[in-house]
């Protein structure tokens, strides 16, 4: 019996929870949506009961976990979109962690309340931290002969799917983003078009964040 998975995450909000959940649709696999209001007494009865009292929380077969890049790895290696063999593998994991440090990085300035620290943070993430990962990122890509439009080997793989979420909030911050990396833009603008991912899209709620 294939398990029974229920993914925890909050109402009208995509952020770190969106990036597992994009793993379930590309890999057409079922799961039970379990959502919750940020705030008020919903949250606050269902908090003790999470791992570190926090969300998103998958759910196996009745044992709770947390963190979204683990779960998204984990659902990853479950479903095949994690490389074909350890080599994808490596560099599958790879480029997920410098997404996900390009991740917290912009969601750290973006949320800072202090404008001046907002400003030179800012100005580093674009200046440095951003050039320098998407280099890496379209070395990686290159180097190792990947085909078509994917980001490691010859279909896809998670590594694609957390590109293509940090990026949806970047290119709204930053449009021009892509530009000057042809096999990471290349991987943004397939991601949406394959069918399970592409009905998905179009049919989640709008949210701000």
């Keep these: 019996m294939p398990p029974k998975y229920k993914y925890h995450w909050f109402k009208d909000l995509r952020a770190r929870g969106e990036f597992p959940r994009l793993v379930f649709v590309a890999a057409g696999v079922d799961y039970e949506d379990v959502l919750v209001g940020r705030h008020g007494p919903e ?22 976990f947390g963190e979204s890049v ?3 790895r984990y659902l990853a290696r479950e479903f095949g ?4 063999d350890n080599y994808e593998k490596l560099l599958t994991d790879t480029i997920v962690d410098r997404i996900i440090q390009l991740r917290e990085l912009l969601v750290g300035f973006m949320f800072q309340k202090d ?18 990962a998407m280099n890496l990122i379209q070395k990686h890509a290159q180097e190792n002969k990947c085909t078509g439009d994917f980001l490691v080997g010859d279909k896809l793989s998670w590594a694609d799917l957390a590109l293509f979420d940090m990026f949806e909030h970047l290119l709204a911050f930053k449009p021009d983003a892509l530009d000057n990396h042809p096999k990471i833009s290349a991987s943004f603008k397939l991601v949406p078009t394959l069918p399970r991912l592409s009905e998905y899209l179009k049919n989640r709620p709008v949210t701000r964040v």
């Design 81 to 84: 979109l994690d490389g074909r």
């Design 115 to 132: 404008e001046e620290i907002k400003a030179v943070a800012q100005k580093k993430f674009l200046d440095e931290q951003l050039p320098a």
């Design 70 to 72: 683990v779960i998204a």
């Design 43 to 64: 949250w606050d009865a269902k908090k003790p009961t999470m791992p570190g009292g926090t969300l998103p929380v998958l759910e196996v077969d009745g044992q709770l």
